[in-house]
């Protein structure tokens, strides 16, 4: 065949493929932004709140914070939720999530006080949303339990799965008739692992290596009564869902043949929690390390808490979707001290990134769309095909108004998530975007940014800026399609596509000139 045959028809074949991602978001998937109370509210003290573990852990150790700062004020949504509410519907967005503070609500921490001006204001809030036509998303626990419960031992005392189902039958109670989606408890992985055992995040207890397998048990147990007490007592009448909220990354082995490293690497940070959920008690690989480990370190029994039968029957099957949230993906590999008989760490993974993988202004955040579909299709895969919703996606700059990267992060992302969607058939019903407005990250403080809408912070009234973000997001949110990076640093597939079908025509002017 002659050389332009074959280029005109591999170029056809090529564009064709490059088109072939239907860049459209169905009906079926709503897109939201989340945010979370801590992160956000301020009103630290108002009216009757009770201190919980970051106001405490902020004030007492300002020194652990990257700026020394807290959420005293943060964006001050307290007072300015009226505001927030109209940018996100003036976006467009479906629904919103927002976390409840158990200290606004429960000063004491228990149920014999219930702040009225803690009730009023969610209550404001989330009606507020409805009359607006978003959606309320609500998280019960984002991180911030009341300082008197650690006092008492926090997620270390079992007592903590009583007390947390008092607090979410107010909640239900309450907010319930409003409110058809609930998620228990977020990330239990980081804020057991770092709270209980780092002094990363509050409540920054070093408990080593036990304290944060007593926290993700107690936290497992905790989620699956109020999932049974939302059954028993709520869901005839409020017919709403309810689950918890997990990070998930997408693991990569550095050497091709290792085929056990990235599940692994999954089980530590997703299975812990949603194996239990999803199949029944912890992942095995977990079992069999962590007992092995404790042995040779001396313990007694294993350092990760075991179920009875009746509490794994009774935690199996507590979710009505999967909430995933999904920033990033690592590059594992084993640790090759354990070839030695030194084990360094419970999963025994060595973490680290690809070369190629770039950057956001947060150490751990690498931009690795296709991980996100990887992810998607491996809980599809492992978990019997549920329904997912992705509860947080986002990308940290230093706070630039042009932020294309934030836009050139979620293009690809969102095409990632609309392949797992339209071409493999991953059931993903919500997206939220981490964030809708600059906010108080955690032990990075106001240093780094994840909202689509800056927030000035050292101006008391808390102006609100729209980044270039917000607009890409406005038009996408209105045509329902994906659109174009406005300006993107790479070729992309409407370039690849312009640029082959201009050669095609080439080839055909070609041989006009040469044959006539
Ligand atoms: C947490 C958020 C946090 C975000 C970015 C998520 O793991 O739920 O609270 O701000 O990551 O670090």
């Not at 702040?115 to 009359?131: C, M, P, R, V």
């Not at 609500?138 to 926090?154: F, N, R, T």
């Not at 009746?310 to 001290?337: C, M, Q, R």
């Not at 493999?424 to 689509?452: H, M, P, Q």
């Amino acid at each position: 065949m002659k050389t332009w045959r074959i280029f005109v028809i591999s170029s056809i074949f090529i564009t064709g493929y490059c088109q072939d991602v239907n860049l459209t978001f169905p009906e079926h998937l709503k897109l939201g932004v989340a945010t979370a109370s801590y992160q956000t509210e301020g009103a630290w003290n108002a009216n009757d709140k009770g201190v919980n573990v970051w106001d405490f852990w902020t004030h007492k150790y300002p020194s652990l914070i990257a700026d020394e700062s807290n959420g005293d004020v943060a964006c001050d949504t307290y007072n300015k939720y009226k505001e927030d509410v109209q940018i996100i519907k003036n976006l467009g967005f479906n629904f919103f999530r927002l976390s409840i503070s158990w200290s606004r609500i429960l000063p004491s921490g228990l149920a014999n006080e219930i702040s009225k001006d803690g009730i009023q204001y969610y209550k404001n809030f989330i009606t507020e949303l409805i009359a607006n036509d978003i959606e309320p998303v609500v998280s019960l626990y984002h991180w911030d339990h009341p300082q008197v419960i650690e006092e008492m031992g926090g997620w270390t005392n079992e007592l903590i799965v009583d007390w947390f189902a008092d607090y979410a039958r107010i909640i239900f109670t309450e907010l319930g008739p409003y409110v058809k989606i609930f998620t228990t408890i977020n990330e239990p992985q980081i804020f057991c692992s770092q709270g209980y055992g780092s002094v990363k995040t509050a409540p920054g207890k070093l408990l080593q290596d036990v304290g944060p397998y007593l926290c993700g048990h107690n936290v497992l147990k905790a989620h699956a009564k109020v999932y049974h007490m939302y059954d028993d007592e709520f869901r005839a009448t409020q017919r709403g869902q309810i689950g918890m909220a997990l990070s998930a990354s997408s693991h990569y082995p550095l050497d091709a043949d290792d085929n056990v490293s990235p599940d692994t690497a999954f089980q530590f940070e997703c299975g812990w929690f949603m194996n239990p959920i999803f199949i029944g008690d912890y992942p095995e690989i977990m079992k069999t390390r962590i007992d092995m480990i404790s042995e040779r370190q001396g313990y007694s029994e294993s350092r990760l808490p075991r179920f009875t039968p009746e509490w794994i029957a009774y935690i199996k099957g507590t979710a009505d979707y999967f909430g995933l949230n999904h920033y990033s993906s690592k590059i594992v590999e084993p640790d090759p001290e354990e070839e030695f008989n030194v084990y360094n760490t419970d999963e025994g993974i060595i973490h680290t990134r690809n070369s190629t993988w770039s950057m956001s202004a947060t150490s751990w955040l690498w931009v690795v769309p296709e991980g996100f579909g990887n992810v998607l299709r491996k809980i599809k895969n492992d978990y019997g095909d549920p329904t997912i919703f992705v509860l947080e996606n986002g990308y940290s700059d230093e706070g630039e108004l042009d932020d294309y990267h934030r836009i050139e992060y979620y293009y690809s992302y969102l095409k990632e998530l609309l392949i797992a969607v339209n071409r493999d058939g991953c059931k993903v019903e919500r997206y939220a975007v981490w964030s809708i407005l600059d906010n108080f990250e955690w032990s990075e403080g106001y240093t780094k940014k994840f909202g689509i809408i800056g927030v000035d912070f050292d101006n008391p009234s808390r102006n609100r800026t729209y980044k270039l973000s917000a607009k890409w997001w406005e038009k996408v949110l209105h045509t329902r399609t994906l659109l174009e990076v406005p300006r993107s640093s790479a070729p992309n597939n409407y370039t690849w596509s312009f640029m082959i079908t201009a050669c095609c025509i080439m080839s055909v002017f070609n041989y006009f000139h040469i044959f006539r």
